[in-house]
Nanobody, 120 residues
Framework: VQQASGGGLVQPGGSLRLSCTAS????????VGWFRQAPGKEREGVSC????????YYADSVKGRFTISRDRTKNAVYLQMNSLKPEDTAVYYC???????????????WGQGTLVTVSS
């Protein structure tokens, strides 16, 4: 199972880096996606990175502010979040899939999320 970590409280305009790590399997073999769910809202795709090409994909709402990357030596995928806004507040999850997609329906395995709160 993979697990997200690195959340916390940050002021608007600040930065956080989330980590997705896995035990028992190699993240390299999968597309890894980041999703978020705010209170009262549906889970939405934020970003994903393909397994073979490593190509990144981003939701329009985070383009230019968030960067997804892999560290194969650490079996981890990161989400660097800059210029954070209050509307980025949510529980963030990482999950794996067989193909690049920002739709939660294309992902099967969900770990525990990490809470990101953007507030002054």
């Amino acid at each position: 199972v993979q697990q997200a970590s690195g959340g916390g409280l940050v002021q608007p305009g600040g930065s956080l880096r989330l980590s997705c790590t896995a035990s028992g399997f190699t993240l390299d073999y999968y597309t890894v996606g980041w999703f978020r769910q705010a209170p009262g809202k549906e889970r939405e795709g934020v970003s994903c990175i393909g397994s073979s090409t490593g190509s990144p994909y981003y939701a329009d709402s985070v383009k230019g502010r968030f960067t997804i990357s892999r560290d194969r030596t650490k079996n981890a995928v990161y989400l660097q979040m800059n210029s954070l806004k209050p509307e980025d507040t949510a529980v963030y999850y990482c999950a794996t899939s067989g193909r690049p997609s920002l739709s939660p329906d294309d992902y099967n395995y969900w770990g525990q999320g990490t809470l990101v709160t953007v507030s002054s």
